[in-house]
């Protein structure tokens, strides 16, 4: 398998622009997550799903971020319009099994910049 | 709600000398806990998870921890360093709340320096 597939691997925009980040997951796994990830906050969870279903969005900043997962395949992350303090390494990660045991498998991250 | 915590911010170890790496956590029932190691400009790697069972667990590249529920400490360890294990280590638990299982919460990350 390919492993986790993030695209773009980097994205510089302007202020106001509306940005798209996406993922494909490794195939069979039932969970996906997406992370951001800055220097001063760590790695923060946005949401997750489960079998293509949001689960917990209670990390997602605001309502300019949005998520979805429409099949096993794919999932993006929205952010319209986008800002200056959204600049970060935004991670999507997948899974596989029932209660949590398994590992998350990390794309590479896409990075971006809102100038 | 999870937490976990990782009190230092770098640890510079010489070559060959056994090097630990701290991690503590908090949650609701059972934890599972996870260390990933991250390289620059790359995605995090999963090193090695405790589920259950035997407190020591084995993991990549000679990597093991040790699970301790009474201290909620999950220490990464290694007998003998080397400078490629200089990287940002991360701690990680997941909750299983009922439902389902909760996301999975990192700690802030520690930089662990090899120095040859």
């Known amino acids: 398998d390919a492993g986790v597939i993030q695209s773009p691997r980097h994205e510089v925009t302007e202020m106001g622009q509306e940005v798209t980040l996406r993922c494909k997951p490794i195939?069979?796994?039932?969970?996906l997550f997406w992370y951001r990830q800055t220097m001063m906050r760590g790695l923060e969870l946005l949401i997750y799903?489960?079998?293509?279903?949001?689960?917990?969005d209670s990390g997602m900043p605001e309502d300019r971020f949005s998520a979805k997962m429409p099949n096993a395949s794919f999932s993006t992350l929205k952010i319209q319009p986008s800002e200056p303090r959204d600049s970060a390494v935004y991670f999507c990660?997948?899974?596989f099994g029932p209660g949590g045991g398994g590992e998350l498998f990390f794309g590479e991250g896409s990075r971006l910049t809102v100038l | 709600a999870q937490s976990v915590a990782q009190p230092e911010d770098q640890v510079n170890v010489a070559e060959g000398n056994p090097l630990t790496v701290k991690c503590t956590y908090s949650v609701s029932g059972n934890p599972y806990l996870f260390w990933y190691v991250q390289y620059p400009n790359r995605g995090l790697q999963f090193l090695l998870k405790?589920?259950?069972?035997?407190?020591l667990v084995k993991g990549s590249y000679g990597f093991e921890a040790e699970f301790n529920k009474s201290q909620t400490s999950f220490h990464l360890k290694k007998p003998s360093a080397l400078v490629s294990d200089s990287a940002l280590y991360f701690c990680?638990?997941?909750?299983?709340?009922?439902?389902?299982?909760?996301?999975?919460?990192f700690g802030k990350g520690t930089h662990l320096i090899i120095q040859p």
């Open positions: 405790y589920i259950t069972g035997d407190n």
């Open positions: 799903f489960n079998n293509n279903v949001p689960i917990d």
């Open positions: 990680a638990v997941r909750g299983y709340s009922g439902g389902g299982a909760d996301g999975l919460t």
């Open positions: 990660a997948s899974s």
């Open positions: 195939s069979g796994h039932d969970y």
